[in-house]
């Protein structure tokens, strides 16, 4: 069985500018989480979607904002993008909402900003 | 809200000798707690859960961990560390009714030879 993934692998952009990172989920999943690794910060929730809706958020900017097709999967999109935005972005999927549901990690995607 | 302590933020370890990583968590129920995994380049791989029944909990690679309602911890042990154990560790905490993971600020396992 195919884990979750994550493409693409390295991302870098320049400040201002607008970043798209995707996510599959495990086959049969309809939850997909989206997480951010900065360094320094930890690991911090940002976006959690559920057959196609949005159902909760971090304590981020408007500027991060996403969406999740009818297939389940998912994109990220970071606007006008800041240096500090740099970080892993790594994307979970489970195949429940309980909250003793797995939570499986993708590989991350590396977001670079200069 | 939820939160969580990890109160290492680097243990060393000699191969074969005991692991002791330690979590406290802050919740005004008993919450659902998790250890992940991160080896260097990859994603989060789950070790074990804590979801109120067995308060041993058994997880991968021969861990495992004991939930202590009284002392508000979880802490992860392993008899015996294998180089291959080195990588960083997270605590994890479930916000129940969000679906969210509050994570801890992970702690990095080294394996000496």
């Known amino acids: 069985e195919a884990g979750v993934t994550q493409s693409p692998t390295h991302l870098i952009k320049t400040r201002g500018q607008q970043a798209t990172l995707r996510c599959s989920p495990i086959s049969g999943h309809t939850s997909v989480y989206w997480y951010q690794q900065a360094l320094g910060l930890g690991l911090q929730f940002l976006l959690w979607?559920?057959?196609?809706?949005?159902?909760n958020r971090g304590n981020f900017p408007p500027r991060f904002s996403g969406r999740q097709f009818p297939n389940y999967s998912s994109e990220l999109n970071v606007n006008a993008l800041e240096l500090e935005d740099s970080a892993l972005y790594l994307c979970?999927?489970?195949?429940?909402?309980?909250?003793?549901?797995?939570?499986?990690f993708g590989p991350g995607t590396r977001l670079t900003v200069l | 809200a939820q939160s969580v302590t990890q109160l290492d933020s680097h243990v060393s370890v000699s191969e074969g000798t005991p692991v002791l990583l330690r979590c406290n968590y802050s919740s005004s129920y008993s919450p659902s707690l998790f250890w992940y995994v991160q080896h260097p380049n990859k994603g989060l791989q789950l070790l074990l859960k804590y979801t109120s029944a067995a308060t041993l909990v058994k997880g991968i690679n021969g861990f495992e961990a004991e939930f202590k309602k009284s002392e508000t911890s979880f802490h992860l042990t392993k008899p015996s560390a294998h180089m291959s154990d080195a990588a960083e560790y997270f605590c994890v905490a479930v916000n129940s009714g969000y679906s969210t993971l509050t994570f801890g600020k992970g702690t990095m396992l080294l394996v000496s030879p």
């Open positions: 979607y559920d057959e196609g809706e949005e159902r």
């Open positions: 979970a999927s489970s195949s429940g909402t309980s909250g003793t549901d797995t939570q499986y």
